[in-house]
Nanobody, 123 residues
Framework: QVQLVESGGGLVQAGGSLRLSCAAS????????MGWFRQAPGKERGFVAT????????YYTDSVKGRFTISRDNAKNTVSLQMSSLKPEDTAVYYC????????????????WGQGTQVTVSS
């Protein structure tokens, strides 16, 4: 069982930066691939980024490539999403998720989810 708690959301102007963090419980964090997903108002939740258990492999959705960076610290049981050059279309609730094994871009592959943190980007 893994419990995930996101933090770091807030209101930021377009062009600004935010860093989201996700703290995981449990002693097996290093065996889980981690992902970030987001849900904008009136839209379905979608993939943002994922990272392998070691942190060496990452994948991003096209719209955030070059602006967002996912990273993890297995010693601290945390995964982060550094977001830069934020745009109003990045406004969404951001969710952290975990799955055993290899990273995936599919929501259905993830077993554990956090409660989400709101990110609002003003124009």
């Amino acid at each position: 069982q893994v419990q995930l708690v996101e933090s770091g959301g807030g209101l930021v102007q377009a062009g600004g930066s935010l860093r989201l963090s996700c703290a995981a419980s449990g002693r097996t964090f290093s065996t889980y691939a981690m992902g970030w997903f987001r849900q904008a108002p009136g839209k379905e939740r979608g993939f943002v980024a994922t990272i392998s258990t070691s942190g060496r492999t990452t994948y991003y959705t096209d719209s955030v490539k070059g602006r967002f960076t996912i990273s993890r610290d297995n010693a601290k049981n945390t995964v982060s999403l550094q977001m830069s050059s934020l745009k109003p279309e990045d406004t969404a609730v951001y969710y952290c998720a975990a799955r055993p094994g290899i990273p995936s871009t599919l929501q259905s592959d993830y077993n554990y989810w956090g409660q989400g943190t709101q990110v609002t980007v003003s124009s």
